[in-house]
């Protein structure tokens, strides 16, 4: 019969890599909490019309990598590509303005991109990101950026760059988006057929395009940084000064585009030297209207999700945790309720326990012991039940002892 694989740009995580994942979640969780955010789950998949709405039809996203499927009943439904727009919608349909508050949402979760698949990019993939709303003062946008860059150094990311840019409000950016086809279309002959088309689209994705040739068109041509207006100039000037309150370096990128069109103002990525072609750590920005844009009051909004698989490849280097098994051994069947016992009464004292109830003798427990990686086993034979004691072997250096069972809480407590 042919095997069955896994689908082309999905993986399974088990031991020792899922004590990583394990890891970076539970820092998640306790990081995020300490600004007062609250976690929230979405479904994996969603009416398609929010996406095509919330993300832009016009994006490489919603044209070329959505899971969408119908139903039984002829509703298309997508699987979620990503969670802004889930959160905004929970949001609104939850009314948790009225509701919650401050309202600042985290959340752990797959997405799916039908992508071509490489190092760093999956076709299921995860992302933790934040969702802050009802905020537009540029300080709200230096915390964000803060609290990315804080957590990653937290978690042991050192070599990455926080590069920075504005990319307007509605009433700057379609004078720009005017002057920037402008400039494109003079220069058109030499844009691969996909910029060629994104000029009249959405010409800001050209500055996306990898092509050596369009690269170099890109440079020459008009920039957002030129034509903001006084308020997203200003906005801009202050986040950037309170970054630098918070000791926060970035590089200004007046080339960085994100591949949502939902953004106005602040538009921040992450990345990282470490990680080949697929660098973004994470991605974000205001989106200042999207709440509107998708049936809710006008409320400003920004955040960044970032990609977990990533952040795990750029952590290879460090060892997982192992936590330090206990291996429960007994010389002959007759002891085996002893061994149970024990067992629980170690594990109800927290400590990882593994027993082999098909031990057959002790030379076959000691090779399972060593092929679970325990760190002690406890030994319980005759002479041990009958004086009310247990040997403990270290299974790294082969010594032996033997302590009354008393002592055992005690002697655990010192050398576990
Ligand atoms: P995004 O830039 O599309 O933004 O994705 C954020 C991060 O997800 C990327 O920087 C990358 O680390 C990771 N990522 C994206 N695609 C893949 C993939 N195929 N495989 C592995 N990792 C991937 C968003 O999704 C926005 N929702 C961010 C946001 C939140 N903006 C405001 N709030």
Redesign the pocket.
Known sequence: MNEIKAPK?TRDIFAPEIQKWHNLENAIHAYYKKFLYQEIRTPIFEHSELFSRG?GSETE?VQK?MYTFSDKSDRSLTLR?????S?VRAVIENNLFETLSPLRFYYIGS?F?Y?K?QK????Q???F???VFADDSPQVDAEVMFSAVDFLKKIGIEAMQLELNSVGCPQCRPDYLQVLRKAARAQESRLCSDCRRKIDGNPLRIFDCKLPACAEVAASLPLISDHLCGECRDHFAAVRETLSWMNVSFQLNPRLV???D??TKTAF??TSGQLGA?N????????NNLIQELGGPDMA???????????ILHLEQLEPARPKTLFVAYEDPQWLAHAVQMAQVLREEGYPVYLDYQGKNLKKQFKKADRVAAAFTLILAENEIQSGSVSIKNMVNQEQIKISLKELNEWLKKNY
């Not at 590509?81 to 727009?85: F, G, R, S, V, W």
């Not at 760093?120 to 076709?123: F, H, T």
């Not at 999700?305 to 990533?310: D, F, Q, S, T």
């Open positions: 740009g993300i996203i990598e590509p990503e969670n802004t727009a959160v997405m991109r992508d698949p760093g990019r999956y076709r993939f995860q992302q990101g934040v969702e994100r591949g949502l939902y953004y990525e992450i697929q973004a750590l994470l991605g974000g920005g205001r989106y909004a920004i955040g960044f999700a970032a990609g977990m698989e990533r952040i």
